[in-house]
């Protein structure tokens, strides 16, 4: 399998990513017709699908593994209206949102916050290996101002040797769906040593974290 694989169909185009998967399973379990793994030779058979559906299976890859465009590679996939992170319990952070991190542009991450993954700032599953352990549901402030819009672009800067440093709109979003927050500004923690998560309180410098 390569790093990156592009497969045209006559109703859209499957641009799949390796790095980037964190092997969720949604779309071998939605359409293994579709993805069909551990198979020699082709894997990826977007005709077995409508535009529709084909769709749906890049939506519900949390990680943006998993892209479609048009046929003739036609942007198909929109921004959301709310840009959003969720923090996944033991696990990564899940961007929803037009961003761009290390050179990327996307709708959908997954970022590492366990501090172990050998594609940072990307997830790799390093977490599980790791016995990360970081609750989903952070507490909230006490006071969530709205923000004058929620959606637009945001650029996620990972820092040498530290934080997450995200701007633009964006609510933070717990493991069971609720706001904890809304910032336009904000440092989130990849190093998995905050007391504070999942925004960084400078634990990155005494745990000798490495980016």
């Not at 109703?11 to 359409?31: E, K, Y």
């Not at 020699?40 to 769709?55: K, Q, R």
């Not at 959908?108 to 916050?113: A, D, I, K, M, V």
Request: include cysteine; hydrophobic fraction near 30%; aromatic fraction near 4%.
């Amino acid at each position: 399998m390569s790093i990156e694989e592009t497969v045209k169909g006559q109703n859209g185009t499957v641009h799949f990513n390796a790095r980037r998967c964190i092997h969720s399973r949604h779309c071998v379990l939605d359409r293994p017709d579709v993805f069909v793994p551990n198979v020699e030779g082709e894997w990826i058979h977007p005709d077995n699908a409508s535009a529709a559906e084909l769709l749906e299976l890049a939506h519900n890859c949390p990680s943006g593994a998993i892209r479609v465009t048009g046929p003739n590679g036609e942007q198909v996939e929109q921004p959301p209206l709310v840009n959003t992170v969720r923090i996944r319990e033991n696990g990564p952070l899940a961007l929803h949102a037009e961003a761009e991190i290390a050179g990327e542009k996307g709708l959908r991450f997954t970022l590492c916050r366990c501090g172990a993954s050998k594609h940072k700032p990307f997830c790799d599953g390093s977490h599980t290996a790791a016995d990360f352990t970081a609750s989903g549901e952070a507490a909230p402030k006490d006071v969530i101002k709205p923000l004058p819009a929620r959606n637009g672009a945001i650029t996620v800067d990972p820092t040498q040797d530290g934080p997450l440093h995200v701007t633009g709109n964006l609510e933070i979003i717990t493991g069971t769906g609720k706001t904890i927050n809304k910032v336009k500004d904000t440092w989130l923690c990849r190093c998995g040593h905050s007391a504070n998560k999942p925004y960084c309180d400078g634990s990155h410098k005494a745990a000798g974290f490495k980016s």
